[in-house]
């Protein structure tokens, strides 16, 4: 793709630089098949980037065409917050995707921008943030566990391995019992162990399943049993 973007590169520094610079942030440019994407990451030292991303659309349009703000549509990502009790960790669960057309003119939608990046501010980047949940199922089973069936559910988070996030969540039942959920994201399963032996596997995301698994080890004797999903 030859779409210059490096005047409107040039734009974002200059309307929107000092509002990136008060927010750790700075531009990261992508190139896809039909648009060019232009998001703002964390600087280096920093955990959290913008849920703001500018995107110039060239489709039917000329190779050579300079991208303009004419073409541009901004995308805003939302998020829900959600505290862990009385943990200390939190979850960010990504809600949905809002995009917007850039109608105005060059001046009114920088000055947009500008504004539209300051009020929304940064999302923390997962696991990279201190006591920030990487997988929001993590979030989703600790809720129902905390409220639902056990007093004190403990959060683990372990980053030893290069690249990868394993989160997990353990409890003691009524017997005495030791459980532990641990999950990865992007995995389609999560698998309950019960004093270190399989119990049950499900969905990550089935939390109906969850109810329907602890209501069955409640029933189940102290050795635990292995079923396959």
């Known amino acids: ?28 440019v992508t190139y896809e098949k039909d648009d060019i994407r232009v998001g703002f990451v964390p600087k280096e030292g920093n955990t959290c980037f913008s849920p703001i991303t500018v995107v110039f659309d060239f489709v039917g349009l000329p190779e050579w065409y300079e991208a303009t703000w004419v073409h541009a549509y901004i995308e805003k990502d939302t998020f829900s917050r959600r505290a862990l009790g009385e943990t200390g ?75 990868e996030v394993v989160e997990s969540l353990s409890f003691v039942d009524d017997l005495g019992r030791e459980g532990r959920f641990s999950m990865r994201p992007g995995d389609v399963h999560v698998t309950l162990f019960v004093d270190g032996e399989v119990f049950q596997t499900f969905e990550q995301d089935d939390l109906p399943k969850v109810r329907l698994v602890l209501r069955d080890l409640r029933n189940t004797p102290l050795s635990s049993q292995s079923v396959t999903p």
């Open 1 to 28: 793709m030859t779409h210059d973007i490096e005047g409107r590169l040039a734009d974002i520094d200059r309307e929107i630089g000092p509002v990136l610079e008060r927010l750790g942030l700075e531009p990261a």
């Open 89 to 163: 960790w939190v979850s960010w669960k990504f809600l949905h995707t809002y995009h917007y057309k850039t109608g105005q003119s060059d001046v009114e939608t920088l000055k947009w921008l500008r504004e539209l990046v300051a009020t929304e501010g940064v999302v923390p980047d997962g696991a990279r943030t201190p006591n920030c949940i990487e997988n929001p199922y993590v979030a989703d089973l600790y809720r129902l566990l905390s409220t639902r069936f056990f007093d004190d559910v403990q959060i683990d988070q372990d980053l030893s391995a290069p690249g």
